[in-house]
């Protein structure tokens, strides 16, 4: 039996999870509606569909993961359940940030404004700049795998079982979270740098309109704005994803403590449905999509009172 604040905590999680699915689910059908539509596939519906995808298969990996390890923990201790979870979990949450690396690169050549040769070389070639992070993505998988592998099996040998990564040693989580996590660093660091540039170019911008006394918030300085709100956004809500994992992985040095386990997965799916939300209130077509939703939805609950005697 669960706790009292185990049981809110869990609430908590399910809640992100349900409203992850929603969010994520509706930014890949409405631009996948949207290229059936126009019937043509650009490269940042392409983006924001597979970014919504990989974080749907996310928030359910984490949410499948918190309840076998809750209430069915005996499934850890037969078959390969671990390692499916284990590579699964390595495929998606690293597919997630590339993408979302991709799609910061998108709004900084898009929006910033430099006169130097090599962003105007960069900017005329948008969409093959846009498949280095999954060059990346190709490398990290390639280097992370087999430290998955690596790690799995020096558990199973240490705990004389098929648990996998439970009842790890306090030694070796630094060890297990830095070889897991390197193959994000690359992707992360270079939306970093994209956030960073993009303040430089808002800076400049602002500076040059103010010499001018044109105005200050031109349609050029809202676009900066927004594109800034859904880059810093990701990297607070990824943080929090990162400290939600790092959590998730020192419970196994402490596996009869639940409530630490529930509270890291909480913490971890604030990342993948949070960020979504962001999206949707930043992005117009999405913004307009859902206030059309609403408005659908207001006037159905609207006629439902009506039609009752």
């Known amino acids: 039996m669960l706790s009292v604040g185990e049981g809110l905590l869990l609430f908590v999680a399910v809640s992100e999870t349900v409203l992850g699915v929603l969010g994520n689910g509706f930014i890949g059908l409405v631009n996948c509606t949207d290229c059936v539509r126009n019937k043509k596939f650009s490269m940042i519906s392409f983006i924001l569909t597979g970014l919504a995808t990989s974080r749907i298969g996310l928030l359910w990996l984490i949410i499948t993961d918190g309840f076998v390890r809750i ?24 597919l997630s940030v590339c993408l979302a690396t991709s799609l910061s690169v998108f709004y900084f050549l898009k929006i910033a404004k430099f006169s130097h040769h090599i962003f105007l070389w960069l900017k005329r070639r948008l969409n093959r700049v846009l498949l280095i992070p999954m060059g990346l993505l190709l490398i990290s998988w390639l280097f992370t795998f087999p ?27 630094l060890t297990y979270q830095i070889s897991l996590n390197l193959g994000t660093i690359l992707p992360f660091l270079l939306c970093l740098i994209t956030c960073f540039l993009l303040i430089i170019s808002l800076w400049r911008h602002n500076r040059k309109m103010k010499l001018n ?11 900066h704005i927004k594109a800034m709100k859904v880059l810093i956004s990701f990297v607070i809500l990824f943080f929090l994803y990162f400290v939600g994992v790092a959590i998730e992985t020192y419970h196994y040095t402490q596996p009869e403590n639940k409530v630490l386990f529930i509270f890291g997965m909480a913490t971890t799916a604030i990342y993948p449905w949070g960020h979504s939300f962001i999206l949707i209130l930043g992005n ?9 939703v609403l408005k659908h939805v207001k006037c159905w609950e609207r006629e439902k009172l009506l039609r009752i005697p």
């Open 147 to 173: 430290q998955m592998v690596r790690i799995i099996s020096d558990n199973r040998i240490r705990n004389g079982s098929t648990t996998g990564v439970t009842n790890m040693h306090k030694d070796k989580f």
């Open 71 to 94: 209430f069915f923990p005996e499934m850890y201790s037969s078959g390969n359940l671990v390692d499916y979870i284990s590579y699964s979990w390595i495929i998606l949450n690293q």
């Open 213 to 223: 006394a044109t105005g200050f918030r031109d349609p050029s300085t809202e676009a």
């Open 284 to 292: 117009r077509k999405l913004k307009q999509a859902s206030l059309k």
